[in-house]
């Protein structure tokens, strides 16, 4: 990759205005990114710039003075508003970390005078950071990665030396309140899931789409696996768009589905912490069990997962090797997402059982 880079005085850098990532599996990601920024300026006054539904991912965390939601969409109106309000912060420093070109524009119009980020789309709106390799142009045909791969906290830590700032770690962090886990502990109560229970997280949807979904049955047999022969208990785990889904699998496995109501993130974070064994998708709970050290199965799919290198010695991949994947498709382009239906019950629960030190 190559730096654009200027000669920036730290000391003078009190105000910072941080654009987080909008997935949640990205956000999870940078928080070693927000801790290293946090050292590097414990005086500073940081503002976090985030989508509404991922505050409860910053409860207990001390990395930001103030967080202001920036949400979907608004058009021009909503991005003069933006602009509005950041030139009256009086920002020294913009850390963007989204690689579209409004997250950059915002900061630009509102002439904050230094303005870190990838410069891959928006030439001219960031006056420091670096241009990323290229995988492939934008009117080449889609058969890769636009860039050339690394691990997103990986990627997010380059960012930041080019302004000089002490190394820091890419180990994501996050914090749960006791609010928060004492809200959990009667969650489970209810749904009579006693505190000294082994948990089997069962992760069954995948906001980003479809490409990304194994098979309910094969879900539900292993609920059934993992209960039978190693006393765990399985807890199927959802999106506000997945309840359906996921109470079939539930039913089906001898499972508890999460669904009434769906976890909020807060919730879902203390509920990850306490679990054994996560078996999941490329999912974004997938990285919240890589913050609290969780055993993790991932079906990776049709994702590349040179994207989610890192966290892997506790990190079970389970990939089939396809001459269509990764393909970064959200409904499979070929109809047969071979990708997730070759992936069988028997290698998932193996992968589990080999992380878990037990025999099958």
């Not at 962090?173 to 209810?190: I, P």
């Not at 006693?194 to 098979?215: C, F, I």
């Not at 969780?294 to 049709?302: A, E, K, N, S």
Request: one cysteine or more; charged letters at 20%; glycine letters at 10%.
């Amino acid at each position: 990759m190559t730096a654009v880079t200027g000669a920036v005085d730290l000391s003078q850098i009190e105000r910072i205005w941080i654009r987080c990532p909008n997935w949640l599996g990205d956000f999870v990601m940078a928080t070693a990114t927000f801790q290293r920024v946090r050292t590097a300026f414990p005086g500073a006054h940081v503002t976090a710039g985030m989508r509404p539904y991922l505050r409860p991912l910053a409860n207990g965390s001390d990395d930001f003075d103030e967080i202001v939601d920036t949400p979907r969409g608004g058009g021009l109106r909503g991005i003069w508003r933006d602009v509005r309000e950041m030139r009256a912060r009086r920002f020294d420093l913009a850390i963007v970390l989204p690689n579209s070109p409004a997250t950059g524009l915002t900061p630009f119009l509102a002439r904050v005078p230094l303005r870190l980020g990838y410069k891959q789309v928006r030439p001219g709106l960031m006056n420091l950071g670096l241009n990323a390799d290229i995988g492939r142009r934008w009117w080449q045909r889609r058969s890769g990665p636009p860039r050339q791969l690394t691990s997103m906290p990986r990627y997010y830590h380059d960012l930041l030396d080019v302004i000089g700032i002490p190394p820091g770690g890419t180990h994501p962090k996050l914090a749960v309140s006791d609010e928060d886990e004492a809200w959990v502990t009667r969650y489970l109560e209810r749904r009579g899931v006693g505190r000294d229970e082994p948990l089997l997280l069962l992760v069954v949807g995948a906001s980003y789409g479809a490409s990304k979904l194994w098979m309910p049955e094969r879900f539900a047999a292993i609920s059934r696996h993992f209960q039978d022969k190693h006393g765990m208990r399985a807890l199927v785990l959802v999106g506000p768009g997945e309840v359906a889904l996921g109470e079939r699998i539930a039913a089906a496995g001898d499972a508890v589905a999460m669904t009434s109501p769906v976890l909020p993130l807060n919730a879902l974070k203390a509920l990850v912490r306490r679990g054994s064994l996560m078996i999941t998708g490329d999912t974004g709970p997938r990285h919240l069990g890589n913050a609290f050290g969780l055993p993790v199965v991932c079906m990776i799919g049709p994702n590349d997962p040179r994207y989610t290198d890192y966290c892997m010695d506790r990190t079970a991949l389970v990939r089939k090797d396809l001459a269509c994947s990764p393909c970064q498709r959200t409904i499979c382009p070929l109809g047969h997402q071979s990708c997730m239906r070759d992936i069988t019950v028997e290698e998932v629960a193996e992968a589990g059982e080999r992380l878990l030190g037990l025999s099958g």
